[in-house]
């Protein structure tokens, strides 16, 4: 729901309201040119969450006493409510992008849920609704590339090169034909992963080129898997760094 909220309503509409749903707070003025240029971003995110969220609209300049309370400087200036209480915030116009993060830290949308489904029809109405949900693309690309359907993965995952993720399975699906690869793929698969970054260091220190930069894609998505405190990442990292110089 989008709406206007002046200072006698603000309690009830926004306070109160986020006890129910998030509510993301505008606080805007008519002369403000960022503000026209947020406006749009910050009501397209709203709808596309339906009930899910509240975007109130406060006019600085009709409501001077409630945007000194919450210690408004510059607009516009974008405040979420959850429970009652500001938990997140920015000041100026932020691209478009930044918006839907900063929605989806709220509440995820429609697009954000299906993502996080095992099911391809799922998936595919996800890259639907939002074609920049790189967390669905690669779910989808690793079921593709379970059917063995590595041509429509790679150029499924074209879009995301700069996931480390959809890098490193488009470089497998490029790869999927290399039987010295298979093993490794093989071990990834079944969650063996210092298994399958050994078979690959060995590949790694082979191989050169392309087949060399693909081997290094394939490897950082699996540091990127394990995730930053994982010690086997951190160490087989550090080796790929001294087998790459």
């Known amino acids: 729901m989008i709406r206007d909220v002046s200072e006698d309503r603000f309690q009830a509409e926004v306070v109160d309201r986020s006890h129910e749903v998030p509510v993301v707070v505008d ?19 709203a709808k596309a969450r339906g009930d899910d969220v509240d975007l109130a609209k406060v006019d600085v300049d009709a409501n001077q006493t409630l945007a000194r309370s919450f210690g408004v400087q510059g607009i516009p ?21 930044q918006v839907a993060q900063f929605f989806n830290g709220l509440v995820p949308s429609e697009a954000d849920r299906l993502a996080r489904s095992s099911d391809e029809a799922d998936l595919r109405r996800a890259l639907e609704l939002d074609p920049r949900q790189s967390g669905a693309a690669v779910a989808l690309a690793r079921i593709l590339i379970g059917r063995g359907e590595n041509d429509e993965a790679a150029r499924l995952l074209e879009p995301f090169e700069g996931d480390f993720s959809a890098a490193g399975l488009a470089a497998r699906a490029r790869c999927a034909d290399d039987a010295d690869l298979s ?62 110089t």
């Open 27 to 45: 606080f805007w003025a008519g002369w403000c040119g960022p503000c026209r240029q947020l406006t749009p971003a910050l009501e397209a995110e």
């Open 77 to 97: 200036a974008v405040k979420a409510f959850k429970d009652g209480k500001v938990v997140a915030e920015f000041t100026g116009a932020i691209p478009p992008a």
């Open 183 to 244: 093993p490794a793929f093989h071990s990834w698969d079944e969650g063996r992963h210092e298994a399958a970054l050994e078979l690959l260091q060995a590949a790694v220190a082979e191989a050169d080129g392309e087949r060399r930069d693909e081997i290094r894609r394939i490897m950082v998505a699996i540091f990127t898997e394990l995730g930053p405190e994982s010690e086997l990442a951190r160490e087989h990292r550090r080796r790929l760094a001294l087998a790459l």
